[in-house]
């Protein structure tokens, strides 16, 4: 257990030194059943803060990889609009092709105008 237990409901001195010592389970010393709880809580608190240090590193890793995402859709978007104006020249040129007409119907599925 810590030696530092900082808790804004503990502001008597003595009481403090009294939850600031050691609990000695391998040694025999029996833990009153507040000791016991008090034990718990603090191993409950420690097991929150390694999964929230946890959840922090994960949420970084996850932005890290939403900006990745998100300059690769930019290129694709990029690519898409160049190709819009390639069928929009080519169906000008040939406005009765097939081909062209297809790909201009995908492309306004997909919302590229």
């Known amino acids: 257990m810590s ?11 003595l009481t403090k030194k009294y939850y600031r010592q050691e609990l000695k389970l391998h040694e025999g010393i029996v833990l009153t059943g507040q000791q016991q709880f008090i034990s718990d809580l603090i191993k409950q608190r420690d097991d929150y803060k390694t999964q929230r240090d946890t959840l922090i590193d994960d949420i970084a890793v996850l932005r890290a990889n939403n900006e990745r995402l998100e300059r690769e859709n930019e290129n694709y978007i990029k690519l898409l ?33």
Request: a positive charge.
């Open 81 to 113: 609009k160049e190709f819009n104006n390639l069928i929009n020249y080519k169906l000008a040129i040939h406005p009765g092709s097939d081909v062209y007409m297809y790909y201009r119907s995908e492309l306004n599925k997909l919302g590229v105008k």
């Open 3 to 13: 030696k530092n237990i900082y808790s804004p409901l503990i502001q008597d001195p």
